[in-house]
Structure formats: C-alpha cells, structure tokens
C-alpha cells in the first residue's frame, strides 16, 4: 500500500478482554514500531522490529502486552486482560532502513477499556 | 523515560508571525528529528538533522542543534493557520538499537 496501515482505527473493550491490534507496514520497510499516546501526552516507545534481529521489547509496560511480526511484514500488537489504563491511541511507524532514518507512521488505534 | 523535551507546552500566534519552538534532551544521539501531528492521531517527519550539522532549512522550516547544550529549535517562519498542530522532537541516542524517543510535543495554534 501507499502508507502504513493501522486496524482496525477504533476499538471498545470491556475491562479484562485481550485485544489485537494490526498494522501494516510500507512495503519493502525493515523496521517497524509501535507506540502508546495517551491523550495530550508524547509518545511511549513499546517495542521495535529490525529485520530478522530479536526485536527489542524494552518499552512493553507489563507482560500482558506483546508483538510480533511475521514474515519481516505485518505487526500484531496485542494486550491481555485488558486494562482502563491501557486506553490511548497506538501508533505504528515503519521505516525504510539503512541510511534512511525517517519514521512513517500509521494513523493509530484508539482503544478505550471500558 | 522521556530523552525530549519541548517547550513551551503551548504556544498561540497570530497568522504571520514566526514560531520557535524548543526542544532539550539528555543523552548524546546520532540525529534529531522534527514531527508534526494533526488531530492526535499520525505523525508526519518534517525534518532531520545529524548531530555534526548545526542548522538546516526546509522551505519554512528552520532547524539548529547544539549538542554541546543538548538542545534543538524549530523555526516555522511567515505562519499560517494550517500549520496549527502539534510538533515532536525525536531523537536517535547513540549507541541505541535504533530507538527513537519522542518528547511530550508542543502543541501551537495559529490564529487567522
């Protein structure tokens, strides 16, 4: 596709549900992030994708979140037993790789735990 | 943690005026990046700069860095009320697997 794309674009949850969250990233791109922006705030690096390399998970906030990306293409963010403090936009940003640094992102996720 | 920071948190002008915006961060990176962000939902890369580069210009757009200070500007010149938005620094620490980290973003409001 044209850009990276995010599903679905709005998500309502109850209380202790898991949820997934999709994102496909511009064709051909090796790098692939996700991130948590609550509303009026910056953005929370979660995790990120780098070719074939262990991904590097040092922003998940607990073990009830986790990602993976299956064939160096599409990302699945998912959240176990969802809470209310998990509500925020989720975005995903891919990038080219090698010299280029600059980030494309997705136009998010909003999730809200009910 | 946050590595940048912006300031002011917000900031009004009238269409026409010049908008600076600053941006600090704490450890020493490989570039920082300049982002815009309509209605809090993606965010569009406006501008890169290297940290051996002290200024660099996109129409606009003007950025500086001083890494001796740890700090960024951008300069959006001759406003107009469609660059009403908010704006992200971004950096790439040197020595990261290639994370960026945003800070908690400006947010400016241009008046017609």
């Known amino acids: 596709g044209a850009g990276v794309s995010q599903s679905p674009s709005n998500k309502v949850t109850e209380k202790g549900k898991d949820v997934e969250l999709r994102c496909d990233p511009i064709?051909?791109?090796?790098?692939l992030y996700w991130y948590r922006q609550s509303l009026g705030q910056g953005l929370e690096f979660l995790i990120y994708f780098q070719g074939n390399s262990a991904p590097d998970k040092s922003g998940l906030p607990s073990d009830r979140f986790s990602a993976e990306r299956t064939g160096g293409s599409v990302s699945t963010l998912t959240i176990q037993r969802t809470q209310q403090e998990d509500s925020a936009v989720y975005l995903c940003?891919?990038?080219?790789?090698?010299?280029?640094?600059?980030?494309?992102f997705g136009s998010g996720t909003q999730l809200s735990v009910l | 943690s946050q590595q940048g920071e912006e300031d002011p948190q917000a900031l009004s002008i009238q269409e026409g005026e010049n908008a600076t915006m600053n941006c600090s961060y704490k450890?020493?990176?490989?570039?920082l990046q300049w982002y815009r962000q309509n209605s809090g939902r993606g965010l569009v890369h406006l501008i890169l700069?290297?940290?051996?580069?002290r200024e660099k210009h996109s129409g606009r757009l003007r950025v500086t860095l001083d890494t001796s200070k740890k700090s960024s500007s951008l300069l959006i010149t001759a406003s107009r009320a469609a660059d009403t938005a908010s704006y992200f620094c971004?950096?790439?620490?040197?020595?990261?697997?290639?994370?960026?980290?945003f800070g908690s973003g400006t947010q400016l409001t241009v008046l017609p």
């Open positions: 700069i290297r940290s051996n580069e």
């Open positions: 940003a891919s990038r080219p790789g090698g010299a280029d640094e600059k980030l494309f």
């Open positions: 450890t020493s990176i490989n570039n």
């Open positions: 064709s051909g791109h090796t790098a």
């Open positions: 971004a950096t790439d620490a040197a020595g990261s697997a290639r994370q960026l980290t």
